[in-house]
């Protein structure tokens, strides 16, 4: 059975200060939930996360991560520095890495490689553009994406990677893919992991939502049947309002 995963995306938000009170303040809330919570704090805050976070069961992930172990590349933080923090989860391929950062499928796979290789989960996000939803093809883009991000990923591997589908056109705009639009997109992607997989593991892959989820919207969304949980990004960070989300 799939266990729902709620993950915030905290993005260039939350010094350690910020960090502190608002896990001291989301702790007590949560505790009862049978939903997995994740928060992926940006990596100047991960130390005060990981000491706020102390006997809770909420897991901590980071945004970002290199596929290098260790050398000149000045600025990236390595897949071991997230290790040696308490790091389990690292996001890779989020649209605005992807769109501003202009990180391809190559380096995407690379670093989930790298990342499985090291024994942290990646939450990989895949989604299309507007125009490639207009077009109608957000199937073809996505699965492109998934397929790329994936080469060189064992079956047991696969088990433990969350994908996070995003559509582009959904994340900090307000608004929200359908339910019904989201569920189509991760049968989809279900569909492409069981041609890549087989059934079993398929069935296990958690397969997010990610785009405005906001306490309005997330019981629709959670009610579909292949949607297990959501990314959230803006909602994310204020406590009341991801308390309502993992909640749900
Ligand atoms: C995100 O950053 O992954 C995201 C989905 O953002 P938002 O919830 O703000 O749309």
Same mark, same amino acid.
């Given at each position: 059975m799939r266990v729902p995963v709620m993950a915030g995306n905290w993005k260039m938000h939350m010094n350690s200060n910020e960090?502190?009170? =608002?896990i001291h303040d989301l702790r007590g809330r949560v505790e009862d939930t049978e939903v997995k919570v994740i928060l992926c704090v940006p990596f100047t805050s991960i130390s005060a996360a990981k000491d706020a976070l102390a006997g809770t069961k909420i897991g901590l992930g980071a945004q970002n991560m290199s596929w290098e172990e260790k050398g @000149? =590349?000045?600025?990236? !933080?390595?897949? *071991?520095?997230l290790l040696s923090e308490g790091v389990e989860y690292v996001i890779i391929g989020h649209s605005e890495r992807r769109a501003i950062f202009k990180e391809? *499928?190559?380096?995407?796979?690379?670093?989930?490689?790298k990342a499985l290789e090291k024994g942290l989960i990646p939450i990989l996000c895949v989604g299309e553009t507007l125009e490639e939803r207009e077009e109608h093809k957000a199937k073809e883009v996505t699965k492109h994406q998934l397929k790329e991000a994936l080469k060189g990923v064992r079956v047991k591997e696969m088990e433990? !990677?969350?994908? @996070?589908? #995003?559509?582009?056109?959904a994340i900090g705009t307000g608004k929200t893919a359908s339910p019904e639009d989201a569920n189509e997109m991760a049968v989809f992607?279900? #569909?492409t992991l069981k041609e890549l997989y087989g059934e079993e593991t398929s #069935? #296990?892959?958690?397969?997010q939502y990610g785009g405005s989820v906001k306490p309005g919207n997330v019981e629709e969304i959670m009610n579909q049947s292949d949607v297990d949980g959501a990314l959230v990004g803006g909602a994310s960070l204020k406590v009341e309002d991801f308390e309502k989300i993992v909640n749900f």
């Open positions: 960090t502190k009170s =608002f @000149a =590349f000045t600025g990236e !933080i390595s897949p *071991d520095m391809t *499928d190559d380096m995407i796979n690379k670093k989930v490689v433990k !990677i969350i994908v @996070a589908y #995003e559509p582009v056109w992607i279900r #569909e #069935e #296990e892959v958690i397969i």
